[in-house]
């Protein structure tokens, strides 16, 4: 059974970092596309990342220069390293995997097969 379990979520002052890990089970990682997503309350689930099978990324524009998304296949993790955090980045963040090899398609949530159950961040002032 496939399973997707994020961790490192907590609290941190604005401009600070967080590392979110996701870990993978039930199938090898390397076979599928990743991304990260968030929602915040009362807001729509939003793609922050995606990594496709070639370690092309893609990123949203509102954590561009901010964020990086990285795969460790040898491990079956999916990371997200945040930096110069903001408020707006409180959310809860979720990690997907989704069989797909096109990279166009890493920022669109249709295209995931399997979630994890998030992790929440809580960005202060």
């Known amino acids: 059974q496939v399973q997707l379990v994020e961790s490192g979520g907590g609290s941190v002052q604005a401009g600070g970092s967080l590392l979110l890990s996701c870990a993978v089970s039930?199938?090898?990682?390397?076979?599928?596309?990743m991304g990260w997503f968030r929602q915040a309350p009362g807001k729509e689930r939003e793609a922050v990342a995606g990594i496709d099978t070639a370690s092309n990324t893609v990123y949203a524009d509102s954590v561009k220069g901010r964020f990086t998304i990285s795969r460790d296949n040898a491990k079956n993790t999916l990371y997200l390293q945040m930096s110069s955090l903001k408020l707006e980045d409180t959310a809860m963040y979720y990690c997907?995997?989704?069989?797909?090899?096109?990279?166009?398609?890493?920022?669109?949530?249709?295209?995931?097969?399997?979630w994890g159950q998030g992790t929440q961040v809580a960005v202060s002032s």
């Open positions: 039930g199938y090898t990682s390397n076979r599928y596309s």
């Open positions: 997907a995997a989704g069989s797909f090899f096109y990279s166009g398609w890493l920022l669109l949530e249709q295209m995931y097969n399997y």
